[in-house]
């Protein structure tokens, strides 16, 4: 008689333990499969709406119009160096390496699509695009556009000339539309004149200008400020005695 019980002692039977190794390989097959469907929808997402939207040589003729619609006025002189290295390592710290979009922004956009999150990211391309052709809108459609545009908007214009247009464009609270009238607005003295403890609150107030008003909401403007400085900190602008001496210095506001 033949004994089988050898045979089955050999059999592989599955166990916790060998299920909890195929587990970890299983969940990774299934987030290839998940980043793989993003990158696609973004591919196809970007596709379409560079192909309906406009061509963006009239940027700064959209920008010169918002301006008079609201009362500013252009930049004058260079962009101030303290205005533009607050406004960049607060905003977007790879301005000067990237083509219009962040590829850091890029791999998050795709989520935030189909969730309709907004995760952060936005180049100032990106920015500048929703002001000028958007019209400010946010909604899922508005950013895909706001992608494309901005791509567009870094192969027709200088990193200066959408810099300025930023600047230009900008609201940053209290009725005050563009840089020059913000820092006349606020400070009493034109945008190449401030101090940085001045420029760092007025950069703070572009991504929530009637929130950290430092006319209205002193106490928000100054921690809007306390995260502008610890930017440029971080990106090497400022050192962190200097950002700490910078936080205490008075703000001399208008009114």
Known sequence: MRDDSAGRSDA??????????????????????????????????????W?????????????DARLTAFGG?????????????????????????????????ALRAPLGLLTGDDLGGSTLHQQ?????YEDGATDPLAKTRAVALAVKLDRGWTDEQILRMYLDAAYFGHGFYGVEAA??????LSPADLDWAQASVL????????????LVH??????????????????GHLDRATADAVAVEPWRLQG
Do not use: M
Request: hydrophobic share 50%; glycine share 8%; proline share 7%.
């Open 128 to 132: 500048l695009a929703r002001v000028v």
């Open 51 to 63: 192909a309906l939207t406009p061509g963006v040589d009239d940027a700064r003729g959209r920008v």
């Open 183 to 188: 820092a006349r607005g606020y400070f009493g």
């Open 73 to 105: 006025i252009p930049l004058a002189g260079d962009v101030p160096p303290r205005i533009a290295a607050a406004l960049l390592a607060t905003e977007d710290s790879h301005f000067a390496d990237h083509i219009g979009i962040d590829w850091r922004g």
């Open 218 to 235: 002193p106490e928000r403007a100054a921690a809007r400020q306390a995260h502008v400085l610890n930017r440029l900190v971080e990106v």
């Open 12 to 49: 592989r039977v599955p166990t916790a333990t060998s299920e909890r190794l195929r587990r970890p390989t299983f969940l990774l097959r299934i987030g290839r499969r998940l980043l793989l469907a993003l990158v696609v929808v973004a591919v196809l997402a970007f596709g379409t709406a």
């Open 203 to 214: 950069v703070g107030l572009v991504q929530a200008p009637s929130a950290y008003d430092p």
